[in-house]
């Protein structure tokens, strides 16, 4: 499936629009990676632990956009938009939100 954040592709006349498709997923962040990230705060530095946690969390909602996308008939996604929240009490928990436009190409 091709993905893409601009409202099409080069090449490409999109002949069908299937709708909007979204995924989502919400990661709790534990008090060890918290503690570590404060850490990284004082003496600088990127956190390891939550650029994981993040990236897990987008690939998952991809892959969950990409999942409807093809159910509905769709080979290509575009105007993809990704967006990141924290969420809960004390914003323990990050939540990464996708969607995009359903497309055949």
């Known amino acids: 499936m091709i993905l893409s954040t601009t409202p099409t592709i080069e090449?490409?006349?999109i002949r069908?629009?299937?709708?909007?498709?979204?995924?989502?997923?919400?990661?709790?962040a534990n008090a060890v990676k918290d503690f570590l990230a404060s850490i990284?705060?004082?003496i600088g530095g990127r956190s390891g632990s939550y650029e994981r946690v993040l990236a897990e969390a987008r690939e998952t909602?991809?892959?969950e956009m990409q999942?409807?996308?093809s159910n509905l008939g769709a080979n290509a996604i575009v105007?993809?938009?990704i967006d990141y929240e924290t969420i809960g009490q004390g914003n323990s928990m990050i939540m990464v939100a996708v969607s995009g436009t359903a497309i055949v190409i």
């Open 11 to 13: 090449g490409h006349a």
């Open 40 to 42: 990284r705060d004082v």
């Open 61 to 63: 909602s991809m892959q």
């Open 67 to 69: 999942e409807r996308a």
């Open 79 to 81: 105007g993809i938009d």
């Open 16 to 28: 069908e629009y299937k709708g909007v498709v979204t995924g989502e997923t919400i990661i709790g």
